[in-house]
């Protein structure tokens, strides 16, 4: 009887144990239901990308990453944090897929500059596209994003670009020809045009242009003349009568010329009246060289010239007007170097249309009307000697100098710049700055100076540091006359000073260097011509143009004295004026005592 209770509590243990076991084993026998209930939901990119789907998952062509859905071939995951992580960047990611070898991309020549420095996606698009290709845009749209769309739908266009665009004549990526033609350029024309066809053979005076280039009458692309025919047509190449120049069509050699190179072009044009009376002549038209600058036949150029504007004279002469901060406004206006230049001949030295002067003035008026009226003209502005000063293409001077105003200055004033290499150097005079104090045409004052006397100066030195009517002004000073005491340009003494501080207040104050000569004891700066130690040369708040009171004056010199002041008790007259008992400059007796010491105290 005392066994059941301890039965009762083990069945029942045994009971929850197998109840436990049993749904353990539930679980385990539906495994996917219970991770069901517990597991988030995947999200598609898309989810949250809605826009994107918008745009591209409706177009026509997909890149198969798009299409699939298998954005992570180029996109690393980001999270919720809103940031483009590509798996590589630039070009190298598409060639995760694609071969370089390919599109021949491997090679050093010949690569589409587009791929070349920039990227696929400057044409293709990585996503989507309605164009074939995943292009940006449909057919010649797409290259009108690099290329200038003007030059290409003049009022001819090529058929073929209208039909099928840029690809019919040009490769995407790689071409071993030139301009990234399909094939060589005497092939290509001919593979649309036949040169067996009675009109084609009519059009050419029946020479066999099929071994010359086409482009050499043609535009391949656009023009605004018929038949592409470029802008500007020599006149027998207009009226198709091509033996004015070469060797008959049925000759061996039918593009050969009929007379001597140096003299076909006088055939037809008198140089004689192309020159006139001028005497200096352009190189290359002396000696007969027309094609130096004229293409025979036709050029996109007014008057037949091989290259546009400026850049047909940079192909013998050196464009410096690239290397100037300032270069000359002709030079970049619509006629260029001919604004001043002539291009066969002319009478002036350089090809310059006018006389020097004359042909500056004519844009220039302004100049030569307000610095006419000066009183003291600079000669080379009054001979009308422009280019002694400055440079007429541009310069990285101001003013298109020569250069530095300076080094413009001592090429005719030579002599100055060994007088200006001083200890002390007027700070415009050491900056090489000369226009700071003088004008290069003229002035109304000696010298070309901007402004007479302290006016000049004050320009950069200000007068006015003390009030008037508290200030002991030296009289140089007040009336204004900075030279008396000082070199405008370079001196070896401190202060820029014409002479010796001793010698120049000795020069006003002569009665001084008789008393000092008078007398046995001196003061030290005096013996050394210092003045400036004690006195302001311009002016002062106190008497005598003291640079401070007594005797704190004293002992800015004498440091040992002023040691002593601070550490010691000090005599009553010494503390308040030292010149109660010495002279400031000289004296007959030792310290420079005002008496002898006895009767002194």
């Known amino acids: 009887a005392t066994m059941m209770p301890k039965q009762t ?13 049993g749904v353990l084993a539930l679980q385990l026998a539906l495994p996917e239901q219970g991770h069901a209930a517990r597991k988030f939901k995947k999200k598609e990119c898309t989810d949250c990308h809605s826009d994107f789907s918008k745009t591209y998952l409706k177009m026509k062509n997909q890149h198969p990453g798009v299409q699939n859905g298998k954005c992570q071939d180029c996109h690393l995951s980001h999270g919720i944090v809103g940031k483009l992580l590509l798996v590589e960047e630039g070009n190298n990611l598409c060639f995760r897929c694609h071969e370089k070898t390919d599109f021949n991309l491997d090679q050093k020549e010949g690569v589409h500059s587009a791929l070349k420095r920039g990227k696929c996606a400057t044409c293709h698009n990585p996503h989507a596209s309605d164009a074939e290709n995943l292009l940006t845009a449909q057919g010649a749209e797409m290259c009108y994003q690099c290329h200038k769309k003007d030059q290409y739908t003049k009022k001819v266009v090529h058929g073929i670009i209208e039909d099928q665009g840029c690809q019919a004549c040009h490769k995407p990526h790689y071409s071993k020809q030139p301009h990234m033609l399909s094939m060589s350029p005497e092939k290509l024309c001919l593979d649309c045009h036949d040169k067996d066809d009675s009109a084609f053979e009519k059009a050419h005076g029946n020479y066999p242009v099929s071994k010359a280039s086409c482009t050499t009458c043609h535009d391949p692309h656009s023009s605004a003349n018929a038949n592409l025919l470029k802008n500007s047509l020599h006149a027998p190449v207009a009226e198709a009568e091509c033996d004015s120049c070469h060797n ?6 039918p593009f050969g010329l009929n007379t001597a190179a140096e003299e076909l072009c006088l055939n037809c044009h008198d140089g004689e009246s192309m020159q006139g009376d001028l005497a200096i002549k352009h190189a290359p038209f002396e000696a007969n060289e027309c094609l130096s600058c004229h293409d025979p036949h036709s050029s996109d150029q007014r008057t037949l010239l091989v290259a546009a504007g400026n850049n047909l004279c940079f192909n013998c002469h050196q464009d410096t007007s ?3 901060r300032f270069p000359h406004a002709p030079i970049d206006s619509e006629d260029g170097c001919l604004s001043c230049h002539a291009p066969h001949s002319a009478s002036q030295p350089g090809l310059v249309n006018k006389a020097e002067g004359d042909l500056c003035y004519q844009c220039h008026a302004d100049t030569k009307k307000t ?14 000697m422009c280019t002694s000063c400055h440079n007429p293409h541009g310069s990285s001077a101001e003013n298109m100098l020569l250069g530095r105003a300076d080094a413009v200055c001592y090429s005719c004033h030579s002599g100055l710049e060994g007088e200006f290499a001083r200890l002390y ?10 226009t700071a104090c003088h004008l290069g045409h003229g002035a109304d004052n000696a ?9 000049l100066c004050a320009t950069c030195h200000d007068k006015s540091l003390y009030p008037e009517d508290s200030a002991t002004v030296h009289s140089p000073y007040e009336e204004g006359e900075c030279m008396t005491c000082h070199n405008p340009h370079a001196s070896d003494n401190k202060g820029v000073t014409s002479e010796p501080q001793k010698l120049l207040c000795q020069s006003c104050h002569d009665d001084f260097e008789e008393r000092m000569l008078a007398s046995s004891s001196r003061h030290q700066p005096v013996t050394d011509g210092d003045c400036s130690s004690c006195h302001n040369p311009h002016q002062s708040k106190l008497g005598n143009l003291l640079q401070a009171e ?5 002992l800015a010199c004498h440091n040992g004295l002023k040691k002593r002041f601070a550490e010691e008790q000090v005599h009553s007259p010494a503390e308040r004026d030292c010149q109660r008992c010495h002279q400031p400059h000289a004296g007959q007796i030792d310290m420079l005592l005002t008496q002898q010491l006895q009767q002194l105290c």
């Open 248 to 253: 008959g069509a049925k000759d061996k050699q």
């Open 425 to 434: 150097v007027h700070k415009p005079v050491q900056s090489g700055q000369c």
């Open 550 to 554: 007594s005797p704190d004056l004293c």
């Open 322 to 324: 690239k290397m100037a």
């Open 9 to 21: 509590k083990l069945m029942k243990l045994m009971l929850w144990v197998l109840l436990l076991t």
């Open 447 to 455: 010298l070309f100076l901007k402004a007479q006397g302290e006016n």
């Open 371 to 384: 610095a006419g009226k000066n009183k003291v003209p600079h000669s080379p502005f009054e001979e009308s």
